[in-house]
């Protein structure tokens, strides 16, 4: 059983950064790939960064440049750093762990982009 407890979403003001966290609660977490999706209000959940359990990371196109996907396995964690934040990063951030063909999620986190 995999479980995905994201943190560190929040407000914060245009501009701004945040740093949200997952914590896995899994055996040999290093095998997984780890992404981050998000869903605003009335959209479908959309990709927003992936890294592979090799370190490559992908990007969607609106976030290039400002959000980075990291992960410490030693932790079993993974991070998305999101500076120069705009209004339309406002979403329900969910954390996604991916193995042969399985996809877990956590329950999500809230990111709310406004002055």
């Known amino acids: 059983q995999v479980q995905l407890v994201e943190s560190g979403g929040g407000l914060v003001q245009p501009g701004g950064s945040l740093r949200l966290s997952c914590a896995a609660s899994?055996?040999?977490?290093?095998?997984?790939?780890m992404g981050w999706y998000r869903q605003a209000p009335g959209k479908e959940r959309e990709l927003v960064a992936t890294?592979?359990?090799?370190?490559?990371?992908n990007y969607a196109d609106s976030v290039k440049g400002r959000f980075t996907i990291s992960r410490t396995n030693a932790k079993n964690t993974v991070y998305l750093q999101m500076n120069s934040l705009k209004a339309e990063d406002t979403a329900v951030y969910y954390c996604?762990?991916?193995?042969?063909?399985?996809?877990?999620w956590g329950q999500g986190t809230q990111v709310t982009v406004s002055s």
């Open positions: 996604n762990a991916r193995y042969n063909v399985r996809d877990y």
């Open positions: 890294i592979t359990n090799g370190g490559i990371t």
């Open positions: 899994v055996s040999f977490f290093g095998v997984y790939n």
